[in-house]
């Protein structure tokens, strides 16, 4: 699965699709926040949303044992299953490893598919113990085979069963070995099963979608000659080049959802259609403008019928886009583009989609395929607490409240406190976040851990960062820090955010407004410089560069040089 693409503004279409019904009404012929403004306030469209779409977060699976039973109770995977177990000891097939025409309806009955009228006329007349079972019956019994067809064609592509000839020349298949530990619900056997169905599903959703429609433009004569090889061999060029545009949004809008999963509240996982088409169509940073917006229509149609494809393999929740938006005009166009947003009935009409469990598995194994960085929730805190906070500190993708709180699961609080304050220690460059890190922790234990900090107030690294804990807790008889333990707390704090923002001039501006410079920022530097910690040095260059106030920034400088030459 590649990463996602950056958005250019020279490509007016990311589906190259140039005309739409003009009576469509979709995203182009509204304003986007009337279109979407009902999910807003649920935070769908968060406006850091697509700065955080370009990461690979971490993410939670559910266990194995629970991914494997959602996937045996996706309907086609529970097909091909039966019909596996249908072909034993072996069953004929014709050449093409497809089921005769004999063995056709009897295949749709077994699935419970067939329709039920004709299901009850003919339920004693069922051959080779193809029994009527009760499913999702079609009410054509043309459907109700091709549907059982391409269950079998799945379980032919997953080897559930074997093609295979006889001495006599005669086609037979039969069971292959993954039936048995699937039926019995092995998880490695059923989720490898179920991964390369997804596989098979995703990639023939591109096909479909870059498959040219009936009507458009005039097959051209084969006649054998050269004009009309070059005619079909630029047909062809053009499809491979629209399965590929094609296979590339799905992937694209698959990874979008991944990361919105990862970030989202309980339950408040789920996209409108058009806000995940934005995030893919309008350039960061940028306002849609109405042609941006019709691009998003057009991603909006070519995604439907995908994600659609997707969401009967259990990969998604999909609700796809009303079909009485295109035929619908002035009337409806009237009540959608008034001053009042859509509520979210309306709203949904436009598509919603979300990430399922499977999903999220799925994805993340296509990004582990492509050498992506996809971790798991949990995945630092499984050692002690210097391995947790060591861990997570040198991580450069990472959720750190999350892996704190996986650890401290069924840690009694007092022994834990203990365990973290004395990993923190140390002068590595890593011990200030480290300590940072404690800070999160020690407010995530709350009270029963304050005992473990009040024995740390008089640490030369701890004492301070411990006070301010308590103090940040509401309690009252903390004693203030001397002013060198002050100081250095400060560097020390300084220090942290220095790592953990890696830089970012935004988030270290807003600390550096909150340094107690007085009007006399000479003195004050004068007193920080000589702070006898590892970090001082840059701290003091980091404010020096990003201070607003020139006299400060100036003065902090100077304190820098002092540091560095004392060093």
């Not at 097939?93 to 299901?119: H, I, Q, S």
């Not at 053009?238 to 590929?244: F, G, K, Q, S």
């Not at 698959?254 to 408040?268: R, S």
Request: proline share 7%.
């Amino acid at each position: 699965m590649a990463g996602r693409r950056g958005n250019n503004p020279d490509n007016p279409s990311a589906t190259g699709s140039g005309e739409r019904p003009a009576e469509s009404l979709l995203p182009a012929d509204f304003a986007l926040e009337d279109l979407y403004g009902a999910f807003a306030a649920h935070g769908a469209q968060d406006e850091d949303l697509d700065d955080a779409a370009v990461l690979v977060p971490p993410v939670r699976l559910p266990s194995e044992q629970e991914l494997t039973a959602e996937a045996l109770a996706v309907p086609m995977i529970g097909y091909a299953l039966k019909l596996a177990r249908w072909a034993a000891p072996h069953r004929v097939v014709d050449e093409f490893g497809d089921l005769t025409e004999d063995d056709r309806e009897p295949a749709a009955r077994l699935l419970g598919l067939w329709p039920a009228a004709e299901a009850a006329e003919g339920a004693e007349e069922a051959a080779d113990g193809a029994e009527d079972e009760p499913g999702s019956r079609f009410e054509d019994a043309e459907e109700a085979v091709v549907e059982a067809m391409r269950a079998w064609s799945l379980a032919c592509d997953l080897d559930l069963v074997e093609i295979g000839t006889t001495a006599a020349g005669e086609h037979v298949a039969i069971p292959g070995p993954d039936l048995e530990p699937a039926e019995q619900g092995d998880p490695e056997t059923v989720l490898e099963l179920w991964l390369t169905a997804a596989g098979i599903v995703r990639e023939l959703a591109a096909e479909a979608d870059s498959l040219p429609e009936e009507g458009d433009g005039e097959e051209a004569e084969d006649d054998g000659s050269p004009q009309a090889e070059e005619a079909a061999q630029a047909r062809l060029a053009e499809v491979e080049e629209a399965r590929d545009a094609a296979a590339e949004l799905l992937d694209e809008a698959l990874q979008v959802l991944y990361e919105t999963t990862a970030f989202a509240e309980p339950g408040g996982e789920t996209v409108p259609l058009g806000v995940l088409a934005a995030l893919l169509v309008v350039p960061e940073g940028e306002e849609p403008s109405e042609e941006l917006l019709g691009d998003i229509t057009d991603v909006m149609v070519s995604l439907d019928p995908m994600l659609g494809d997707l969401a009967e393999l259990g990969l998604l929740e999909y609700h796809p886009i009303d079909p009485e938006l295109f035929d619908e005009e002035d009337e409806a166009a009237a009540s959608f583009a008034g001053d009042e947003p859509l509520d979210d009935e309306e709203s949904a009409r436009f598509g919603l989609v979300r990430l399922t469990p499977l999903g999220v598995y799925a994805v993340r194994q296509w990004l582990l395929e492509d050498g992506y960085d996809a971790p798991l929730v949990g995945e630092l805190a499984q050692g002690d607490a210097a391995e947790l906070l060591s861990a997570v500190a040198e991580a450069t993708n990472v959720l750190p409240e999350e892996e704190i709180r996986e650890w401290l699961k069924g840690r009694e609080a007092l022994p834990a406190a203990r365990e973290l304050l004395a990993a923190a220690r140390g002068t590595d460059p890593y011990a200030p976040l480290r300590r940072l890190l404690c800070g999160i922790a020690v407010e995530e234990l709350g009270e029963p851990a304050h005992p473990a900090v009040r024995e740390v107030l008089d640490d030369p690294e701890l004492g301070g960062a411990a006070r301010a804990w308590l103090a940040a807790a509401g309690v009252a008889d903390v004693p203030a820090p001397e002013r060198t333990m002050a100081l250095w707390t400060v560097v020390d704090t300084f220090a942290a955010h220095l790592l953990d923002s890696g830089g970012d001039a935004g988030t270290l501006r807003e600390l550096i407004a909150g340094l107690p410079v007085t009007d006399n920022p000479a003195s004050y530097f004068g007193e920080l410089w000589r702070v006898d910690h590892p970090n001082t040095p840059d701290v003091l260059e980091a404010v020096g560069e990003l201070h607003l106030d020139r006299q400060v920034a100036k003065e902090a400088r100077k304190a820098a040089f002092k540091a560095r030459s004392r060093n």
